[in-house]
């Protein structure tokens, strides 16, 4: 979301739409069953910094229709939502756009291509949400900086969190994991908590080759990228 940009700058309207969309429908109609529906933040499953004791949206209509109230819109309200033309994410967008009609939200839709899509959102500023793919990255820094800090590149609205920007800094600063991962959990409560990013599913890859091909299962590297380098094929 872009907590700038109205109707999105209302906490609570950003919380009726997370409330509203059920991952589990995208996971069944797109995936197939074959992606994971996301229990925590923007760290997924697998990364040291994990937690899925943090408490975020989750599917519940009531819950939309209630915060729905609390700003005012009991009926509903009107917005334009952004994506790219991937296969994946139209018919995805498309789902998310039925479910919220469900609670009296009319959600329009705009497809550009993907370096467009990106720039109008994050840097134009034109669109209150944007539904997009989210690459893993194993330093959790790296999101926390770009995402979460009030001048990071991919923070759409830029709004002064100073509370915010001094734990990014604390927690690129400290040493020991179990300590940097409170600092990750205390960031993910007002992320989460505020509806800044709402992830809906982390991605699973997967991979098959003949016998012949070795190594196959350190194909993913620790970086969640293809290590194509440590896979052979045995010629014997």
Do not use: C
Not at 138 to 153: T, V
């Amino acid at each position: 979301f872009d907590l700038a940009k109205p109707p999105m700058d209302d906490v609570n309207l950003r919380l009726a739409v997370a409330h509203a969309v059920d991952p589990d429908i995208i996971n069944r109609a797109i995936f197939f069953n074959q992606v994971i529906v996301a229990d925590a933040g923007m760290w997924p499953i697998g990364a040291w910094v994990h937690d899925s004791s943090v408490e975020r949206p989750h599917y519940d209509p009531d819950k939309a229709l209630e915060y729905l109230r609390k700003a005012g819109r009991p009926d509903g309200f009107e917005f334009t939502a952004l994506t790219y033309n991937h296969p994946v994410l139209v018919p995805s967008t498309e789902i998310v756009q039925a479910m919220l009609k469900k609670v009296g939200i009319t959600m329009n839709i705009e497809v550009l291509a993907n370096g467009p899509a990106t720039e109008r959102f994050f840097h134009g500023r034109e669109y209150p949400m944007y539904l997009t793919g989210w690459s893993r990255y194993p330093e959790p820094d790296w999101l926390a900086s770009l995402a979460y800090k009030s001048d990071g590149y991919y923070n759409a609205g830029n709004l002064e969190r100073p509370e915010i920007d001094r734990l990014v800094e604390k927690g690129a600063s400290l040493y020991d994991r179990e300590a940097r991962k409170q600092v990750y959990n205390e960031i993910n409560k007002t992320v989460l908590g505020e509806a800044w990013f709402v992830p809906l599913l982390y991605g699973v890859n997967y991979a098959a080759a003949p016998r012949r091909v070795r190594n196959l299962d350190r194909l993913m590297g620790w970086d969640g990228k293809m290590a194509l380098r440590e896979i052979w094929v045995d010629e014997r």
